[in-house]
T-cell receptor, first 114, second 113 residues
Framework: DSGVTQTPKHLITATGQRVTLRCSPRSGDLSVYWYQQSLDQGLQFLIQ???????AKGNILERFSAQQFPDLHSELNLSSLELGDSALYFC?????????????FGDGTRLSIL | GESVGLHLPTLSVQEGDNSIINCAYS??????FIWYKQESGKGPQFIIDIRSNMDKRQGQRVTVLLNKTVKHLSLQIAATQPGDSAVYFC????????????FGSGTQLTVLP
């Protein structure tokens, strides 16, 4: 158990809809990262937050947004969903944002768009 | 763009043998590298990491080797066990203020009885 909790485990919805994925980092970790894992693109970095502030953006679509709350949990919001958004979405956390500490991953949310 | 890639997509080894999983990276600015193991239905699990000022690092049954000259990373698993069967990813992080990881495409390791 990595200590990173993601909910829900599975999500099935339709095109055009909006969903929110939730992540609770490991106790003591201030950084939260979101990744997307799809069959054709592999694991790709989306966005990072550190202590409530956005730190880095990767291949995140404009239809997607995230935030980190004062209690350090994070949410990833996906809107105007398309079939191609079907993927596994992982959250990871680490202690800081600049130090060489490994990121620990949750077990992901599997998003299926019908 | 620059990316991390793997030489072999699949690897089958006999139980008890040693496994070697290779990874090539192309971003010369990367200075921190991690190996992850992913089992079906689970998230990537941290195995071992190495910083660019090191050539080798050992853990329990695992060793990571880093060759910066040829931008190559390898993971050695000693006495491979059935529980080692999984997909293994290498990941790199560039120096700088953020530590977003760039992942390789993964290698499926299958341990044969």
């Amino acid at each position: 158990d990595s200590g990173v909790t993601q909910t829900p485990k599975h999500l099935i919805t339709a095109t055009g809809q909006r969903v929110t994925l939730r992540c609770s980092p490991r106790s003591g970790d201030l950084s939260v990262y979101w990744y997307q894992q799809s069959l054709d693109q592999g694991l790709q970095f989306l966005i990072q937050y550190y202590n409530g502030e956005e730190r880095a953006k990767g291949n995140i679509l404009e239809r997607f947004s995230a935030q980190q709350f004062p209690d350090l949990h994070s949410e990833l919001n996906l809107s105007s969903l398309e079939l191609g958004d079907s993927a596994l979405y992982f959250c990871a956390s680490s202690v800081g944002d600049r130090d060489d500490q490994p990121q620990h991953f949750g077990d992901g949310t599997r998003l299926s768009i019908l | 763009g620059e990316s991390v890639g793997l030489h072999l997509p699949t690897l089958s080894v006999q139980e008890g043998d040693n496994s070697i999983i290779n990874c090539a990276y192309s971003n010369s600015a990367s200075d921190y590298f991690i190996w992850y193991k992913q089992e079906s239905g689970k998230g990537p699990q941290f195995i071992i990491d190495i910083r660019s000022n090191m050539d080798k690092r050992q853990g329990q049954r695992v060793t990571v080797l880093l060759n910066k000259t040829v931008k190559h990373l390898s993971l050695q698993i000693a006495a491979t066990q059935p529980g080692d069967s999984a997909v293994y990813f290498c990941a790199e992080a560039p120096s700088g203020s953020a530590r977003q990881l760039t992942f390789g495409s993964g290698t499926q390791l299958t341990v044969l009885p």
